[in-house]
């Protein structure tokens, strides 16, 4: 079983859910004083990206031919996305957005999340705040979107408005990826409000308890398959991360979409 960390207060600041860590065979999970996970590191790999669905998250590389400028997360979590692009993306600006005090003191202490510098800004800020905010319009590449409170019920952002404000965020190419995940009605709420305000929006299959990733496009491009098993491979060899997948489960979604 699990074994969990005792109160901490350095994580414990009030006015927010209290950050706390179950470690079992070799991975440290974070959780917000409840059973619900957060997110997860392998102690051996601490900048690899450890959950399915995590990795799933980076699914834009299938459709930027371009290395991205300008990465920004919504939602620390165990800071596994941004610690990976920060690390793989050498020429990218990295901004993190997390409202909770509590996450980022531990993602610093407990998850290896480097300082900033003058290429990583994680702060404490309210992500609708920043997405609504003029200057960050036509600033960002690529949009990752992860916003989930103790509960885990869904996303705590969950609006048209909170949308459209992520799709100003993005240059004309640009990408979101957002996991889904609770209950039943969050699913339809959430992608309704993303067809909405984005020009073409497509989701993965369900993994790890139900989360689903969804990628939304500001402008929709054109799916050629071959081109995108062929960077599948390189994604592969470059970042081992599993993205031939990613373009099986795009594949199954055409299809039941046509169906």
Not at 126 to 154: C, I, K, M, P, S
Request: proline share 6%; net charge negative.
């Amino acid at each position: 079983m699990p074994d969990h960390s005792s109160f901490d207060p350095r994580f414990s600041q009030p006015g927010h859910p209290p950050a706390t860590t179950t470690e079992f065979e070799g991975v440290r999970s974070l959780h917000l004083g409840t059973s619900w996970e957060q997110g997860a590191m392998r102690l051996s790999c601490p900048d690899a990206i450890e959950l399915e669905y995590v990795q799933m998250m980076m699914a834009w590389l299938l459709f930027q031919a371009a290395s991205p400028r300008h990465i920004v997360q919504l939602g620390l979590g165990s800071a596994a996305l941004t610690k990976f692009c920060y690390r793989r993306f050498p020429d990218a600006r990295v901004t993190a957005v997390e409202l909770n005090p509590n996450v980022i003191a531990i993602c610093r202490a407990l998850f290896a999340l480097p300082p900033n510098d003058a290429r990583l800004d994680v702060r404490e800020a309210n992500a609708l705040d920043f997405v609504l905010d003029r200057r960050n319009h036509g600033t960002v590449d690529v949009l990752q979107v992860d916003l989930y409170d103790e509960q885990a019920r869904g996303p705590v952002l969950d609006s048209v408005e909170f949308y459209q404000g992520c799709r100003d965020c993005l240059r004309p190419d640009g990408i979101m990826t957002a996991n889904v995940f609770g209950e039943v009605g969050n699913y339809d709420k959430n992608l309704a409000a993303m067809t909405d305000v984005f020009d073409a929006i497509a989701w993965l299959p369900e993994v790890h308890d139900a989360n689903i990733v969804v990628i939304a496009f500001k402008n929709a491009p054109q799916i050629d398959f071959s081109l995108l098993y062929e960077r599948a491979a390189g994604i592969r060899r470059r970042l081992n991360l599993p993205a031939k997948k990613w373009v099986e489960g795009l594949k199954e979604w055409m299809r039941d979409q046509q169906a």
